[in-house]
């Protein structure tokens, strides 16, 4: 049997020595770019990366949740098919899972050990739970990302059978997924939002968020470091990610690799807006001028 330490990671690496700490970022990067990505997997890991006192046996542990509550779906919903109001019965009544305002201020909101935790996420994280247990009990689940707010969607994306994980499960119609785009972004509600989220998607609006929270604190770019680190590594990101990068570790002072990052990027933008590239080139010197 394999010792552990107090943490529960195993003691003992290769040829008897320490193994060190878990590579969080080695095993995202493998589970993002695998065939069939886990969303809970890559978003405990998010968590793992985001906390250095999590452990292996916390990811586990959170797993063990969502396959407790996944237990706790009457099993006569598979024949019933009335998967929201037993999920809203379960997760929103039974176990309180739910979202306030003041979620939006915390870090915890994104980490999903911590919301499976605390029963409070922002809505991609309360959806996040609401789809994996679903999916665990058989249903036919899917996220939908629509523009400033995350719910759940059941059956056929076109019968629209949704339900707001951020309100306790609250039934939406398609005049409420309307009105909820409209207040988002002023405009109408198009067919191409209703599309069902795919896990890399998901995983990279959730960084986006996390990325989001941590430019209002100037005092936690690292958060946003690693944040943007994390999101490089999936196999569908935003080039200009690079150039974020590059911001931060100036920012932070590591003014060498920043200047060098911009560099690599502006050749990147040569081709597509030689004017932007000159821009960032002016930024690469600058940050190597403070090296003197």
Request: with cysteine; glycine share 10%; aromatic share 6%.
């Amino acid at each position: 049997m394999t010792a552990e330490d107090p943490h529960g990671d195993p003691v003992g690496g290769p040829e008897g020595g320490p193994p060190g700490p878990p590579d969080w970022r080695r095993e995202f990067a493998e589970e993002a770019r695998g065939e069939r990505p886990d969303l809970a997997r890559l978003c405990l890991l998010i968590g793992a990366v985001a906390d250095p006192s999590v452990t292996r046996h916390d990811l586990d542990a959170a797993e063990v949740e969502l396959d407790r509550l996944a237990g706790l779906v009457p099993y006569a919903t598979r024949v019933t098919g009335d998967w929201a109001a037993a999920l809203a019965a379960l997760l929103g009544r039974r176990e309180g899972f739910e979202g306030v305002p003041a979620d939006y201020q915390r870090l915890e909101s994104s980490l999903l050990h911590e919301v499976l935790r605390r029963r409070r996420g922002l809505p991609i994280l309360l959806s996040v739970v609401w789809m994996e247990v679903a999916r665990r009990a058989g249903a036919p689940v899917y996220g939908l990302g629509l523009p400033g707010h995350f719910v759940v969607g059941f059956g056929d994306p076109a019968d629209l059978d949704l339900a707001d994980p951020f309100a306790g499960g609250r039934a939406m119609t398609g005049a409420d997924a309307e009105l909820l785009v409209a207040s988002a972004t002023g405009e109408a509600l198009d067919r191409s939002m209703l599309r069902p989220a795919e896990p890399g998607a998901i995983v990279l609006r959730v960084l986006n968020n996390i990325r989001a929270w941590a430019a209002h604190r100037p005092e936690r770019s690292g958060v946003a470091l690693w944040a943007v680190e994390l999101a490089l590594l999936l196999p569908s990101h935003p080039a200009r990610l690079r150039y974020e990068r590059a911001e931060l570790l100036v920012r932070r002072g590591d003014f060498l690799t920043g200047a060098v990052e911009m560099e690599a990027y502006a050749r990147v933008m040569d081709a597509v807006d030689p004017e932007a590239a000159t821009t960032i080139r002016r930024r690469a010197l600058a940050a190597r001028a403070r090296l003197n």
